[in-house]
């Protein structure tokens, strides 16, 4: 079993920027690595993730202002937040997928106007 840890969330002035990390239990060598969001009343949606080769993918509206990266040494998995909007408001979920998915617990992100 894996267990995934995220942090970095908070509040931020519309036009700020955070950066989110998730940390495993166990190597992330293997796995794909992903962002996950869920806003009120919306179901969660992708924001970007990273296959074990390095290659990435993004939602489409988020790609100019979102970057994520994975760093295996340390077993994490960062997103970069950029020009932040009150639309990107929600809880923000780390995915890591190797044999099955895993999901972080999530962690806040409001964006005030």
């Known amino acids: 079993q894996v267990e995934l840890v995220e942090s970095g969330g908070g509040l931020v002035q519309a036009g700020g920027s955070l950066r989110l990390s998730c940390t495993a239990s166990?190597?992330?060598?293997?796995?794909?690595l992903g962002w996950y969001r869920r806003a009120p009343g919306k179901r969660r949606e992708l924001v970007a993730n990273i296959l074990a080769i390095g290659s990435t993918n993004y939602r489409e509206s988020l790609k100019e202002r979102f970057i994520i990266s994975r760093d295996d040494a340390k077993r994490a998995v960062h997103l970069q937040m950029n020009s932040l909007k009150r639309e990107d408001t929600a809880v923000y979920f780390c995915?890591?997928?190797?044999?099955?998915?895993?999901w972080g617990q999530g962690t806040q992100v409001t964006v005030s106007s």
């Open positions: 995915n890591g997928i190797f044999e099955r998915t895993y």
């Open positions: 166990t190597n992330t060598d293997n796995m794909a």
